[in-house]
């Protein structure tokens, strides 16, 4: 992961950033996050992270509302944190995505999944968690091949500030249940190792 540009002020202008995101040209299947103000471009995903996020999908897509869409590159916007991310997955009502522009308020995001790349493991693991926290997402889901101790899925609820209280964690190959209104139990065993 390259930073391409820092706020050079703590109270950086969100939409002077805003601005300055929407005209990086990254590379093919790059992607471009504000991340604690400072602009970020990750490399592109390797075939395991799409087959994990492909997987989700599925599963997804058999538990959630026809007013709910599961989508894997829509930008999420958290200006007290000075973030743009961009989840591997995000569900959001489909009206969300009914205003003009490039990304939609993190706030209207129902889960979020991030899968870890070994350019973004710390950024997964520490600033967007805080950062979908402070935002009220309900529900975080981390799905980290690259965690040191071996491939991990953490599921995070009940955002208190900028903390998520841990509502399970596990090894790949573990089940994990996703709680209302979702309802679904995921098996991990099918998620390959990067």
């Known amino acids: ?31 471009v996050e504000i991340v604690q103000g400072v602009i970020t471009v990750s490399s592109r995903r390797v075939t395991s992270h799409h087959f994990i996020a492909d997987s989700m999908t599925r599963c997804l897509y058999r538990v959630i509302p026809e007013d709910r869409g599961i989508h894997q590159t829509l930008a999420v916007a958290i200006p007290s944190r000075l973030g743009m991310y961009i989840p591997d997955l995000v569900v959001a009502p489909d009206a969300a995505l009914r205003e003009e522009g490039n990304y939609i308020p993190a706030a209207a995001a129902e889960l979020v999944v991030e899968i870890t790349s070994k350019s973004n493991a710390r950024h997964d693991r520490i600033s967007k968690p805080a950062g979908y ?20 899925v953490t599921l995070y609820g009940e955002p208190k500030g900028d903390v998520y209280r841990l509502l399970s964690a596990g090894k790949f190959g573990d089940e994990v249940t996703l709680p209302a209104p979702f ?10 190792v990067s």
């Open 133 to 152: 926290a402070a935002a009220g997402v309900p529900l975080y889901l981390l799905i980290d091949a690259h965690a040191p101790g071996g491939p991990t």
């Open 183 to 192: 309802d679904l139990t995921l098996d991990t065993g099918e998620f390959p």
């Open 1 to 31: 992961m390259s930073e391409c540009w820092a706020a050079g002020e703590p109270d950086a202008e969100w939409g002077d950033l805003v601005s300055l995101w929407e005209q990086v040209e990254a590379p093919k299947d790059c992607r």
